[in-house]
């Protein structure tokens, strides 16, 4: 079954502009992680952020996990054209090693 | 030096036909997994193996059958290709099986389009 659910499904905006992905999922979980994928690629590990952790940063990008609310976010900052892509988010819920991702927010920075 | 590797990147056949998707990872990983994203992009879990054994077998057609030569091989056999099969299939592979589900590496995908 579908775990996360990604919001919005799209956000154009312009170079040098913060984007905001959210990503909301239904059950426990032991972590949670966030993937992009370019055009036609395949999915690229970003970052993970465990369920005993609230804030994680990587470079210009920064996840938050809120277990109470049951949700992420993953803020990308001062983005650029070649961050246009779609990304997912994926929820670790301890069921023997699946990962179930989002459906994802295609994200588009114009420059 | 590609860490994982599926082949082939494309592949147009008829409906009911068979085909393969190999995939080979050289991370030294022990579990392997195959992904299909569909046309609207819903990445869903079909199988894992975890050194050489199935571990996951989601609802999946009896029509695709995982064969796990060796922890570095992960292939994918399927018989009786139907149109709604069309989809890009992903192979992935990761460090740890069980409690935890670590990082993901994921092949570039094969397009399947039945026709």
């Not at chain 1, 990587?58 to 809120?66: A, E, K, P, Q, W």
């Not at chain 2, 579990?31 to 989601?58: A, G, R």
């Amino acid at each position: 079954s579908q775990q996360g659910e990604e919001d919005p499904q799209a956000l154009s905006i312009q170079e040098g502009e913060n984007a905001t992905m959210n990503c909301s999922y239904k059950t426990s979980i032991n972590n949670l992680q966030w993937y992009r994928q370019n055009s036609g690629r395949g999915l690229v590990h970003l970052i993970l952020i465990r369920s005993n952790e609230r804030e994680k940063h990587s470079g210009r990008l920064r996840v938050t996990l809120d277990t109470s609310k049951k949700s992420s976010s993953l803020l990308i900052t001062a983005s650029r054209a070649a961050d246009t892509a779609s990304y997912f988010c994926a929820t670790d819920n301890n069921q023997g090693g699946k990962l179930i991702f989002g459906q994802g927010t295609e994200l588009s920075v114009k420059p | 030096d590609t860490a994982v590797s599926q082949t082939p990147k494309y592949l147009v056949t008829q409906m009911g036909n068979d085909k393969s998707i190999k995939c080979e990872q050289n991370l030294g990983h022990d579990t392997m997994y195959w992904y299909k994203q569909d046309s609207k992009k819903f990445l869903k879990i079909m199988f894992s193996y975890n050194n050489k054994e199935l571990i996951i077998n989601e609802t999946v057609p009896n029509r695709f059958s995982p064969k796990s030569p060796d922890k570095a091989h992960l292939n994918l056999h399927i018989n009786s290709l139907e149109l709604g099969d069309s989809a890009v299939y992903f192979c992935a592979s990761s460090q740890f099986s069980g409690i935890n589900t670590g990082e993901l590496f994921f092949g570039e995908g094969s397009r399947l389009t039945v026709l």
